[in-house]
């Protein structure tokens, strides 16, 4: 199991561009989570996703943020002309289906994707 | 409102030294506690987590509800202990599991020879 993958690594966007962050959970896991983590600061929630679905959104901007996760591929999170301010580190972790309690559902991070807005 | 605190931002000891790296917590119900750590160039992973009491790479935390705290220890620090630790919470998910994690800002453990 390779883990919870994220591309790109790093993306550089303009003012005003659209950025694409991409998330693969591990397999077998139907939960994505997605974190931002500005400079000096903490992983901060975003958003939690299952399957065609968004539990919780609590997290994310009212405006220029949405994220997905389809039945097939990746889960996207997609930021709408970029300002300066949403250079950050982007995390996105899994964990799998849920049982009575979920105990177990640890979330597995990926490598995160650091995007820098010029 | 769920905060985190975590007043270090580096912790500088010597190998074989004690190491307590700090966490408090604010939180309405009952919680769920984790230290999460990050070596260099690796993906962020869970140490451990309250619920399962065990010790691992030698490190414990204990979580005290009167204090509010879950302060992590280790007796021998070594130097590949050197990492980015960041304590966590989880609001307990009756039937969902664990959902959203509330992190702190992180504290750099720095172990020399």
């Known amino acids: 199991n390779a883990g919870v993958m994220q591309n790109p690594r790093h993306l550089v966007r303009r003012r005003g561009q659209e950025a694409r962050l991409r998330c693969s959970p591990m397999k077998g896991h139907s939960h994505v989570y997605w974190y931002r983590q500005l400079p000096e600061e903490g992983l901060k929630f975003m958003v939690y996703l299952q399957k065609e679905n968004i539990i919780d959104e609590s997290g994310m901007p009212k405006e220029r943020f949405s994220a997905e996760f389809p039945k097939e591929g990746p889960s996207i999170l997609r930021i709408q002309q970029v300002v300066r301010g949403d250079s950050a580190a982007y995390f996105c972790?899994?964990?799998?289906?849920?049982?009575?309690?979920?105990?177990?559902?640890?979330?597995?991070f990926g490598p995160g994707t650091r995007l820098t807005v010029l | 409102a769920q905060r985190v605190t975590q007043p270090e931002k580096l912790l500088s000891v010597f190998k074989g030294a004690p190491v307590e790296l700090k966490c408090n917590y604010s939180y309405s119900g009952s919680p769920e506690l984790f230290w999460y750590v990050q070596y260099s160039r690796q993906r962020l992973q869970l140490l451990l987590r309250?619920?399962s009491r065990e010790s691992i790479k030698g490190f414990t935390a204990d979580l005290n509800k009167g204090e509010t705290s879950f302060h992590l220890k280790k007796p021998f620090a070594q130097e590949e202990d050197s990492a980015m630790y960041y304590c966590?919470?989880?609001?307990?998910?009756?039937?969902?599991?664990?959902?959203?994690?509330?992190f702190g800002t992180g504290t750099r453990l720095l172990v020399s020879p």
């Open positions: 309250h619920i």
């Open positions: 966590a919470l989880s609001g307990r998910g009756m039937n969902t599991g664990f959902q959203k994690l509330v």
């Open positions: 972790a899994s964990s799998p289906l849920s049982g009575q309690g979920g105990w177990n559902n640890e979330q597995f």
